[in-house]
Each structure stands twice: as C-alpha cells, then as structure tokens.
C-alpha cells in the first residue's frame, strides 16, 4: 500500500514559521515535492528535491523563505517555511514520483494539510 500522509499544518501570523512533513510508505520515492492550493485558486508547485538531496527548486514566490529536505532512513520529506506571508496561506499536499526530477509527473499524493498566516 503506497501512502503519502502529510502533518504539521496550522494557524500562525505573519513572520512566523512552519515545518510540515511528509511520511511515504510502500516504497521509497526518486523525487519528492510540495504543492499548495489556495481557494478559488489552481494547485501549484513549490518545491522539489532529488533522492540525494542534492538538487532542489523552489517556485519563485518561496525562494530565500523555504528549505525542502529529505531524510530517505526514515522515508520522510519536509518543508521548514520561515517568514510567512497571508499570500502562503493554502492546503499543502506531498507529492511523489520514481522518475527524475526534470520528468517527474508525481502521481502519487498525499491528503494535503492546512496552513493559514493570518495578517
């Protein structure tokens, strides 16, 4: 059973910060990410990170704010957000994929969790 079960979601005011985390059972993933989806809104990506650990990318809008990481011992991925804007406030779903990076389509999903920065 392949499962993706994202936690650390919350309320929080500007300026704060977040960690969410991601557990992955069934088997380990090659590219591991984050997407958001405010109301009314389409998803987006976030962030992603290889099986190493060693590359990453960010969506624009997060860069020099949030750090995607990964710890394949015990199959989990985060996202440390720092210096919360209202703007960040959305359901945050873990995505995964066997593929690289650059052609992952990340078909396997978690449940998603709330974050919302309040002004």
């Known amino acids: 059973q392949v499962q993706l079960v994202e936690s650390g979601g919350g309320l929080v005011q500007a300026g704060g910060s977040l960690r969410l985390s991601c557990a992955a059972s069934?088997?380990?993933?090659?590219?591991m990410g984050w997407f958001r989806q405010a109301p009314g809104k389409e998803r987006e990506f976030v962030a992603a990170?290889?099986?190493?650990?060693?590359?990453?990318s960010y969506a624009n809008s997060v860069k020099g704010r949030f750090t995607i990481s990964r710890d394949n011992a015990r199959n989990t991925v985060y996202l440390q957000m720092n210096s919360l804007k209202p703007e960040d406030t959305a359901v945050y779903y873990c995505?995964?994929?066997?593929?690289?990076?650059?052609?992952?389509?990340?078909?396997?999903w978690g449940q998603g969790t709330q974050v919302t920065v309040s002004s």
């Open positions: 995505a995964a994929d066997p593929r690289p990076l650059v052609v992952a389509r990340y078909d396997t």
């Open positions: 069934g088997r380990t993933f090659s590219t």
């Open positions: 990170i290889t099986r190493s650990g060693g590359s990453t």
